[in-house]
């Protein structure tokens, strides 16, 4: 059986928390506005993983475009 609470402070202490939740409430924004995002992903103008927040920006985006970046020979986004 899997251990949700481990994962979840194995998530908070990675880090990974804080940034689900901006992703979280970037999808919310969108859906208050009444946009429909069926089919696409919500995009951040700046990735979170370069310190990019909802405040930089987000667009929606086709979910292949979104998760598909040029990467690094260590395989980290470029």
Wanted: zero cysteines; charged letters at 40%.
């Amino acid at each position: 059986m899997r251990d949700y609470k481990q994962d979840y402070k194995l998530q908070k202490a990675r880090g990974e928390h804080e940034n689900r939740m901006e992703r979280q409430r970037a999808r919310r924004k969108l859906d208050a506005k009444g946009i429909d995002r069926t089919g696409k992903d919500v995009a951040h103008v700046k990735a979170l993983s370069k310190g990019g927040s909802n405040a930089t920006g987000i667009r929606l985006e086709s979910p292949s475009k979104n998760r598909s970046f040029k990467r690094t020979s260590t395989g980290a986004m470029k």
